[in-house]
């Protein structure tokens, strides 16, 4: 019936804002959503695997002489996550001593690389693995410090970042 065709002329047509009177019915509108998006935690552990752990290990304990651990860090555990994602977006070099031992290395910047989303989820799953303790990290963290500094062009040595943050 007419009436009929009319309608859903109407509804192929009327959900776009254009009404051309191509009344052809769209391809199916209602295609699957992606399943729920995984825990934080699970997302976390994977990111860590394709943009930590090649330095800081799958264990989190470094590697001697050359990448310092992330179990046991005081960053890590600090109960502000605020140094460990200024250290994650702008990255660190010169001396600096973890768990009682010395590296001078150099960690390049990420914030090119990973998005808030991706960097708390990174930084939740260190904080809550390796033996750590610490809070877990929201996107709007990491916003916030990516606002704070984004006019800085260098990287962090421990004597900025501590008198950033005192
Ligand atoms: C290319 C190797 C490399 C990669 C990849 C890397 N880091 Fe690092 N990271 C280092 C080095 C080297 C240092 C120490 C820099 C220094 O000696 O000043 C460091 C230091 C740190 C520290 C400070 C630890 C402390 O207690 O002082 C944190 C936190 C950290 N990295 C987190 C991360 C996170 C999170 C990632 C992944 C997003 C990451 N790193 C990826 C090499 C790396």
Not at 5 to 15: C, D, R, T, Y
Not at 103 to 127: K, W
Not at 144 to 149: E, H, M, T
């Amino acid at each position: 019936m007419s009436t009929k065709i009319f309608a859903l002329a109407i509804l192929a047509g009327g959900l776009v804002a254009c009404g051309g009177g191509d009344a052809a019915p769209a391809d199916d509108a209602t295609v699957d959503a992606p399943a729920a998006a995984p825990a934080v935690a699970s997302a976390g552990a994977t990111e860590y695997t394709n943009n930590c752990s090649v330095c800081h290990q799958a264990d989190g304990n470094g590697m001697p002489g050359a990448f310092p651990p992330l179990a046991g860090s005081t960053i890590v555990n600090a109960p502000s996550p605020d140094q460990m994602i200024m250290i994650v977006l702008k990255g660190l070099q010169g001396p600096v001593t973890v768990n009682g031992v010395e590296y001078n290395g150099i960690m390049t910047p990420f914030q090119d690389i990973l998005t808030d989303e991706q960097i708390a989820s990174i930084l939740t799953y260190e904080r809550a693995s390796f033996g750590n303790t610490g809070s877990a990290v929201t996107a709007e963290q990491v916003a916030a410090i990516r606002a704070q500094y984004a006019d800085k062009t260098d990287s962090w040595t421990i004597e900025s970042l501590e008198a950033a943050m005192p």
